[in-house]
């Protein structure tokens, strides 16, 4: 990688670090989550349908998909304060690669993410959250999440690209937040009563990150659902990288 | 001898349907002080804009130090410096970071840039601002660090698209003494865009006016001044307006 595309990127990060608003806040809802779900319904946990991991390791996996939720949007609003000022158009005539300016924000967001995965999963491991296949649970789960990550800042940045308004990078998050209500979020599929939430789930993708996850922490899905999700979103995250970059031919210099 | 800039018959037509450059063809040879003169609305920042990279032409060619945009952008851009018309700066980083971040995007070494920043620091008389955040910087300020980025890499060329507004006579005087400077002993191209006429009478020698996006006139300043006003010897705020007086009537006479 040439140094241009490390500065850029690099200078993403250090504007992750200055303005950290958007990260620690998808942070602190990924642990408030955690907190409450577990303390609130944890109870169920006993029940065999959530394996030998409990409620706990059963809702991990919310967590780390709501953490990206909640920091996807930091990409747009690094390109939109960017374009605002007018810097934008100086990074535009540099000799750096055009398409590294709206990759570098994004990669340094996703970076972010999994830097707050880390720690959460190590505060999943302190509070007892079990990890299946160890070490590769972990690089599994940041692989996923990586993925994931990526995907939503892609699609909020190429939204703000074509919007040009910095509040659009949370239609993103918006939009995902339904489906998170409509997979097996809060109980394994067996304790679903309704017919059509269960089909819906099937069509749903953050069940297959879920449900992948559930496989690497506690054994409580099978390892279709983790392939299937990462192929998903590998694909999705490639598509939404290529949705920022083409937006980035509908910039107004 | 192969022109730095050799412009084409070039066109631009906005998606609104304003056609903004009609063929325009010109030539500025290594070293020249040029300056494009026009009317506001008459095409000179889309030709910056176009030929800067920014935007893209519709047809036509242009080179610049013989190279194509379409063949080798990146090149292109590392010759090249811009002062555009606003301000392009980060307002939250500090001034030499940002002078510093620049040199670094355009391939200097870090000891390189860190000697660069302090040159230019001391170039557009910014020392006691250089620890400040652009966003706390004054307006005169704020266009003296603009202009101050577009040099950090000795840029071969230079646009200069209505440099100076903004900025106090005080200013002014050192932007122009930096930027004559430059042209004179490094052979930097300069191509100018200015609505201040007497500055351009000052230090170009070479001028095209642009008028709704077609050349009328291509040649040196004392030429233009010539034609004008072959009698008498006027300063080139006067020769132009006197023309641009001319041209209004003969195309309000033909369109009656």
Same mark, same amino acid.
């Given at each position: *990688?040439?140094?241009?595309? &490390?500065?850029?990127?690099?200078?993403?990060?250090?504007?992750?670090?200055?303005?950290?608003?958007?990260?620690?806040?998808?942070?602190?809802?990924?642990?408030?989550?955690?907190?409450?779900?577990?303390?609130?319904?944890?109870?169920?946990?006993?029940?065999?349908?959530?394996?030998?991991?409990?409620?706990?390791?059963?809702?991990?996996?919310?967590?780390?998909?709501?953490?990206?939720?909640?920091?996807?949007?930091?990409?747009?609003?690094?390109?939109?304060?960017?374009?605002?000022?007018?810097?934008?158009?100086?990074?535009?005539?540099?000799?750096?690669?055009? $398409?590294?300016?709206?990759?570098?924000?994004?990669?340094?967001?996703?970076?972010?993410?999994?830097?707050? !995965?880390? +720690? @959460?999963?190590?505060?999943?491991?302190?509070?007892?959250?079990?990890?299946?296949?160890?070490?590769?649970?972990?690089?599994?789960?940041?692989?996923?999440?990586?993925? $994931?990550?990526?995907?939503?800042?892609?699609?909020?940045?190429?939204?703000?690209? %074509?919007?040009?308004?910095?509040?659009?990078?949370? &239609?993103?998050?918006?939009?995902?937040?339904?489906?998170?209500?409509?997979?097996?979020?809060?109980?394994? %599929?067996?304790?679903?009563?309704?017919? $059509?939430?269960?089909?819906?789930?099937?069509?749903?993708?953050?069940?297959?990150?879920?449900?992948?996850? %559930?496989?690497?922490?506690?054994?409580? #899905?099978?390892?279709?659902?983790?392939?299937?999700?990462?192929?998903?979103?590998?694909?999705?995250?490639?598509?939404?990288?290529?949705?920022?970059?083409?937006?980035?031919?509908?910039?107004?210099? | 001898?192969?022109?730095? &800039?050799?412009?084409?018959?070039?066109?631009?037509?906005?998606?609104?349907?304003?056609?903004?450059?009609?063929?325009?063809?010109?030539?500025?040879?290594?070293?020249?002080?040029? !300056?494009?003169?026009?009317?506001?609305?008459?095409?000179?920042?889309?030709?910056?804009?176009?030929?800067?990279?920014?935007?893209?032409?519709?047809?036509?060619?242009? !080179?610049?130090?013989?190279?194509?945009?379409?063949?080798?952008?990146?090149?292109?851009?590392?010759?090249?410096?811009?002062?555009?018309?606003?301000?392009?700066?980060?307002? !939250?980083?500090?001034?030499?970071?940002?002078?510093?971040?620049?040199?670094?995007?355009?391939? @200097?070494?870090?000891?390189?840039?860190?000697?660069?920043?302090?040159?230019?620091?001391?170039?557009?008389?910014?020392?006691?601002?250089?620890?400040?955040?652009?966003?706390?910087? #004054?307006?005169?300020?704020? %266009?003296?660090?603009?202009?101050?980025?577009? +040099?950090?890499?000795?840029?071969?060329?230079?646009?200069?698209?209505?440099?100076? =507004?903004? *900025?106090?006579?005080?200013?002014?005087?050192?932007?122009?003494?930096?930027?004559?400077?430059?042209?004179?002993?490094?052979?930097?191209?300069?191509?100018?865009?200015?609505?201040?006429?007497?500055?351009?009478?000052?230090?170009?020698?070479? *001028?095209?006016?642009?008028?709704?996006?077609?050349?009328?006139?291509?040649?040196?300043?004392?030429?233009?001044?010539?034609? =004008?006003?072959?009698?008498? #010897?006027?300063?080139?705020?006067?020769?132009? @307006?006197?023309?641009?007086?001319?041209?209004?009537?003969?195309?309000?006479?033909?369109?009656?």
């Amino acid at each position: *990688m040439n140094t241009a595309n &490390i500065l850029l990127i690099e200078r993403g990060i250090i504007k992750l670090i200055k303005q950290p608003s958007a990260p620690i806040m998808g942070f602190g809802m990924s642990l408030f989550f955690l907190l409450v779900y577990n303390a609130g319904i944890g109870g169920v946990g006993s029940m065999d349908a959530f394996g030998s991991g409990g409620y706990l390791s059963f809702v991990f996996p919310i967590t780390i998909i709501s953490l990206a939720m909640g920091s996807s949007a930091g990409a747009g609003q690094t390109l939109n304060t960017d374009m605002q000022s007018g810097y934008f158009r100086r990074l535009y005539l540099s000799p750096a690669p055009r $398409w590294i300016l709206v990759v570098a924000p994004m990669l340094a967001d996703t970076i972010s993410s999994l830097f707050f !995965t880390i +720690l @959460l999963i190590i505060i999943g491991a302190i509070s007892g959250v079990t990890f299946q296949f160890g070490l590769l649970s972990v690089l599994g789960i940041l692989i996923l999440s990586f993925l $994931w990550s990526l995907t939503l800042c892609g699609f909020s940045a190429g939204i703000m690209l %074509r919007t040009g308004q910095h509040q659009s990078a949370a &239609i993103v998050t918006n939009a995902v937040f339904p489906l998170l209500f409509l997979s097996t979020t809060f109980l394994p %599929r067996e304790l679903i009563t309704a017919d $059509w939430l269960l089909d819906v789930s099937w069509g749903n993708p953050v069940t297959y990150i879920l449900e992948g996850n %559930r496989y690497l922490l506690a054994g409580t #899905s099978s390892a279709s659902f983790f392939y299937i999700g990462l192929i998903i979103f590998a694909l999705t995250s490639i598509f939404s990288v290529i949705f920022a970059l083409s937006s980035a031919n509908k910039i107004k210099i | 001898m192969n022109a730095e &800039i050799q412009i084409k018959g070039l066109f631009k037509r906005y998606p609104n349907g304003t056609q903004a450059l009609k063929g325009i063809c010109l030539e500025i040879q290594k070293g020249h002080f040029f !300056t494009l003169l026009g009317p506001n609305g008459a095409g000179k920042s889309t030709l910056v804009k176009v030929m800067t990279t920014l935007i893209n032409k519709d047809s036509g060619n242009f !080179t610049i130090a013989g190279i194509n945009p379409e063949t080798n952008l990146s090149k292109i851009q590392k010759i090249i410096g811009v002062a555009s018309q606003d301000n392009e700066i980060d307002p !939250t980083e500090k001034v030499e970071n940002l002078l510093a971040f620049q040199g670094r995007l355009f391939g @200097l070494t870090k000891p390189e840039s860190i000697k660069r920043v302090n040159e230019l620091i001391e170039m557009f008389q910014l020392d006691t601002e250089r620890n400040k955040k652009a966003s706390a910087l #004054s307006g005169g300020n704020k %266009r003296r660090l603009h202009c101050a980025l577009a +040099l950090v890499h000795h840029p071969q060329i230079l646009f200069l698209d209505e440099p100076t =507004v903004g *900025m106090d006579p005080v200013a002014r005087a050192n932007f122009w003494e930096i930027i004559t400077q430059m042209n004179k002993s490094e052979s930097v191209t300069i191509f100018l865009t200015t609505q201040y006429l007497d500055e351009a009478d000052k230090h170009a020698t070479e *001028m095209a006016l642009l008028v709704a996006g077609e050349i009328r006139y291509s040649g040196t300043i004392i030429d233009f001044k010539k034609m =004008v006003n072959p009698d008498s #010897s006027m300063s080139l705020d006067d020769s132009y @307006l006197k023309y641009i007086k001319t041209l209004t009537n003969q195309e309000s006479s033909k369109n009656n």
